[in-house]
């Protein structure tokens, strides 16, 4: 967890050239015993500042490095480290190679005053310059990812690692209420609330970062082919028989169909708001060479978070030009107050936005219940298809009996007049075919 900024790169990477950057002691306000506390820190780490950064190879992909000696002055950022920062950025935005930052800082370095505070912003300008030209940046939780840290390279990236048990959180151990729980400041904890997409230990961490930043940099114009269907299934020959096989226990569900369709993949988490909908899968695969962005949900009802997730990894996929694959099977987004209060209005428009805005090719296979318009805003909306045990209604046939005001015994009835079956859905122009095993 404290390793130095050298073994982290020795650890993680084949090769390793480092960036020429203006050295020397940054002194802006004449904090007192500053300059010899500076060099105390030089002769003990080997380092000139607080971060390390360079061009390196992780496996076979180049990439640049920001990686933080926390041993030098707490790994705090000043003048030099926005200097650092800034040029990494820089070479990774004319190179067009990813920015993986390996984080271990306790926040800006109060010696410099405001010059420290201040290359927050700095940072947050190269970071956003290299986002707009297509640079995806992955973040690493060391312990501890504070301060500035957190708030700027840690808690923007496009995918966050976190290792176990490093501390993380704006507030520092020193400044923070006494009363608050320790455990709430953990890489853990921000697991748990969809703001670190992955928890990777020490040891795999090499081995997950390569697979990462493969993923990150395969670009690919073409579109993702659906799924083959995982069942054998005859098409229904009513609507209520296709609502039968879309909710029967025997029909296969989203993870069946990832595990089969991606050679291997990564997940990301969470809404990067405080929630996270277990009932929506998203990430990134490798499929026959190349990668696959992918959004898919559970057979649950979709909660706000569940949107907001897929609209992240839809933007995400898009950015750096991956194609999507959305799996579609809900009942419908959830419709309770604490879904209407979490936003679900808001968040059911923002995937909806996100994928009629996406530049890269969205692929979507309705793969059980496609209940209403929870179901419909993962849909891509030219090229959807859809296996022979699944359904997309304006709405359940249940929900239709009651806004018609029918008894329960024409639901069957009810459901054969909405045209919900797949050869329904492809003679209606709405899926473009039904997908075989």
Request: with cysteine; hydrophobic share 45%; charged share 20%.
């Amino acid at each position: 967890m404290r390793a130095s900024a050298r073994e982290v790169i020795a650890q993680l990477a084949t090769s390793f050239t480092e960036l020429s950057v203006v050295d020397g002691v940054d002194d802006p306000i004449g904090w007192p015993g500053y300059v010899e506390a500076h060099a105390v820190a030089s002769e003990r780490t080997g380092e000139h500042e607080s971060v390390v950064v360079g061009e390196a190879l992780v496996g076979a992909t180049p990439v640049v490095l920001i990686v933080w000696e926390f041993g030098f002055l707490g790994g705090s950022i000043g003048r030099r480290t926005g200097d650092r920062v800034e040029a990494a950025f820089a070479r990774a935005q004319s190179r067009r190679l990813p920015v993986v930052s390996l984080i271990a800082t306790g926040g800006s370095r109060m010696q410099h005053g405001m010059r420290a505070l201040s290359q927050l912003q700095r940072i947050a300008r190269a970071s956003a310059a290299a986002r707009a030209d297509g640079v995806a940046q992955i973040s690493v939780l060391r312990d501890p990812t504070t301060g500035g840290g957190w708030a700027t390279l840690g808690a923007s990236a496009d995918v966050v690692l976190g290792l176990p048990l490093a501390q993380v959180g704006f507030a520092g151990s020193r400044v923070r209420p006494a009363t608050s729980p320790s455990e709430a400041y953990t890489a853990e904890a921000h697991y748990e609330w969809g703001q670190v997409d992955q928890l990777v230990s020490p040891a795999d961490l090499g081995a997950v970062l390569e697979r990462w930043v493969r993923l990150v940099t395969a670009r690919s114009s073409d579109p993702a082919p659906p799924p083959a269907a995982q069942r054998a299934v005859a098409l229904p020959e009513t609507g209520w028989e296709a609502v039968q096989l879309a909710r029967s226990t025997r029909r296969a569900r989203a993870a069946e169909y990832l595990d089969t369709y991606f050679d291997w993949r990564e997940p990301i988490r969470g809404d990067r708001a405080g929630s996270v909908d277990d009932g929506v899968l998203c990430g990134f695969g490798w499929r026959d060479g190349r990668a696959v962005a992918y959004a898919a949900q559970c057979g649950t009802a979709t909660r706000p978070a569940g949107f907001r997730t897929a609209a992240r990894l839809v933007r995400l996929a898009s950015r750096l030009g991956i194609p999507v694959l959305t799996l579609v099977d809900t009942p419908g987004a959830a419709n309770d107050a604490d879904a209407e209060e979490g936003g679900a209005g808001p968040a059911i428009a923002d995937l909806f936005e996100a994928i009629a805005a996406a530049s890269a090719p969205v692929t979507t296979l309705v793969i059980g219940e496609g209940g209403s318009g929870g179901a419909l805003a993962f849909a891509a909306p030219d090229n959807t298809w859809i296996a022979p045990d699944a359904y997309f209604s304006v709405t359940s046939p249940e929900a239709a009996a009651a806004i018609l005001k029918r008894p329960l015994a024409q639901v069957p009835a009810t459901a054969d007049e909405l045209r919900l079956r797949p050869q329904d859905l492809v003679a209606l122009g709405l899926a473009r075919g039904i997908v075989k095993p």
